[in-house]
């Protein structure tokens, strides 16, 4: 290939991408963490794991490394997903689940494959079907990162701080649920969530 054709393709990957995180960018995304408390969600009984300090959803292993998963409340069908997140102590294993707890985006290492997963979609049963790219240079262990998930029926995009990451079909995805976070059971961890935020689309 020569080099005119490769810029010609470089530049039409780069417009392909684009479009596609402007897309997701059209749709208007509503808080569904108010940054208060936990109103909108499901809270776990007897919760040792889910608070709420100086506008930050504070996720913390509990002292018999117990997992759980805060739901919301609301029951979605297509939507956009957007959260920040910071890695915090320990071996972090946490990640969003969209309509149930068979479809997971990680965020963090994989306890089975003992690397960082993060944006890679985990299906029980098929472990991880897909790899998001370019993760290593896209992740900021010490500060704050933006995840970005559209699900539209049995497919999914996924964006890291603004750079989208995969595309993938999932065949098990059902046709709506609620979204979730995942605390892994089993992991002495902490992590951070804010602006927290969901557009139907």
Not at 28 to 42: A, C, I, S
Request: hydrophobic share 40%; charged share 25%; glycine share 8%.
């Amino acid at each position: 290939m020569n080099k005119a054709k490769l810029i010609t393709l470089l530049f039409a990957m780069i417009f392909i991408v684009g479009n596609s995180w402007a897309q997701s960018e059209n749709v208007k995304l509503k808080k569904v963490f108010n940054g208060k408390n936990l109103k909108g969600w499901d809270i776990p009984e007897n919760n040792i794991w889910w608070s709420v300090e100086d506008g930050l959803l504070k996720v913390k292993s509990g002292p018999e490394k117990t997992g759980s998963i805060l739901w919301t409340s609301k029951v979605f069908k297509d939507f956009v997903v957007q959260a920040d997140f910071l890695l915090g102590e320990g071996t972090v294993d946490s990640g969003i689940f969209l309509r149930d707890e068979k479809q997971q985006i990680q965020i963090g290492e994989s306890g089975s494959l003992k690397r960082d997963m993060t944006c890679s979609p985990y299906i029980p049963g098929k472990g991880y079907p897909a790899e998001a790219e370019g993760i290593a240079d896209l992740l900021k262990k010490d500060d704050w990162n933006t995840l970005k998930i559209k699900a539209v029926g049995k497919d999914y995009t996924i964006w890291l701080n603004g750079t989208q990451v995969l595309e993938f079909h999932s065949e098990s995805a059902i046709e709506e649920g609620k979204i979730g976070i995942q605390l892994h059971p089993n992991r002495d961890m902490t992590i951070d969530y804010k602006n927290i935020k969901v557009a139907e689309i």
